[in-house]
């Protein structure tokens, strides 16, 4: 993984709370939460928080009983979470989901959404997460499927590349989208103790009020950014342009559906 891959800092924490929540992860924070209604006491363990969208799924969902620990790599992210969301029952914490600083056994669920897939080692997470949990606790999380299971966002992927042939950018198929094989995932969670696991395909459709919205989403207010303003210093805002119009070509110019598909894995201690 590059140095820039988990690079959320200056503007891109709030492009990418307006531009992405909606259009890509609310949808899905939503399905999470749903899948954690019957969690009425105890204490949830989130890493990759980012800007707090299954947080605060979580905080709607659940009784104020049940304590979030909302933890994140980014501070920067956090900062903006924290001002969406203020809770008694939510604490938010900057912390490595590879290092956890939290006691054995401390955490009945822990849950990650699209996160996972940023951890340069994610065995060392799945442990993590395992050691956290209490016996009969849960880790759930999501990654994404496969790029070709997500239009847009290969769209997207395909004109940034198209751009810079010679040194093509290769942050959406090589992080969020570089994690797609259930049979992998499954090997890899067992292999860090868990033993039953199960994998689920969710698909989701939101809709875009048109291609800008995504191009800025994802040429600004993601990793993708940095790869671009190195290889074309100033002219981020002409590459917006040029991939709004890769995805004015395949959708119109006016509001469009995007269609998603992501797995959402459930490991019991």
């Known amino acids: ?50 800007t707090g969208i299954v947080t605060r799924a979580l905080a709607k969902a659940l009784p104020p009983t049940v304590e979030i620990v ?20 939510v604490k938010w914490q900057q912390a490595d989901a590879q290092k956890l600083p939290f006691e054995d056994a401390s955490f009945d669920v822990v849950v990650s959404q699209f996160g996972v897939m940023f951890y340069p080692d994610k065995q060392a997470a799945y442990r993590e997460a395992l050691r956290l949990l209490k ?11 496969s790029l070709d299971d997500n239009e847009v966002s290969r769209i997207v992927s395909d004109a940034a590349v198209k751009l810079f042939p010679d040194n093509p ?35 989701k459709v939101t809709r875009a009020s048109s291609p800008r919205e995504p191009a800025i989403g994802l040429c ?11 290889r074309a210093p100033g002219q981020l805002d002409d590459i917006t342009t040029k991939v709004t119009e890769a995805l004015t070509a395949r959708f119109g110019a006016d509001a469009f559906d995007n269609r998603m598909s992501a797995l959402v894995v459930t490991a019991w201690r």
């Open 1 to 50: 993984m590059g140095s820039t891959d988990a690079a959320f800092a200056g503007s891109i924490p709030a492009l990418y709370e307006r531009h992405l929540g909606p259009l890509l992860f609310e949808p899905f924070a939503e399905d999470m939460a749903a899948r954690l209604r019957d969690v009425t006491q105890g204490r949830i363990l989130e890493t990759a928080a980012g």
């Open 70 to 89: 909302a933890t994140d790599l980014n501070q920067a992210m956090l900062d903006l979470a924290a001002q969406r969301l203020q809770a008694p029952n």
């Open 135 to 145: 016996p009969g606790g849960r880790h759930v999380f999501s990654v994404w499927n």
């Open 169 to 203: 950018p290769r942050f959406i198929e090589r992080v969020p989208f570089g994690y797609s094989d259930p049979d992998r995932i499954r090997g890899e969670v067992q292999q860090a103790g868990f033993e039953n696991v199960d994998i689920e395909v969710v698909e």
């Open 220 to 230: 600004q207010g993601s990793p993708l950014r940095p790869e671009l303003e190195a």
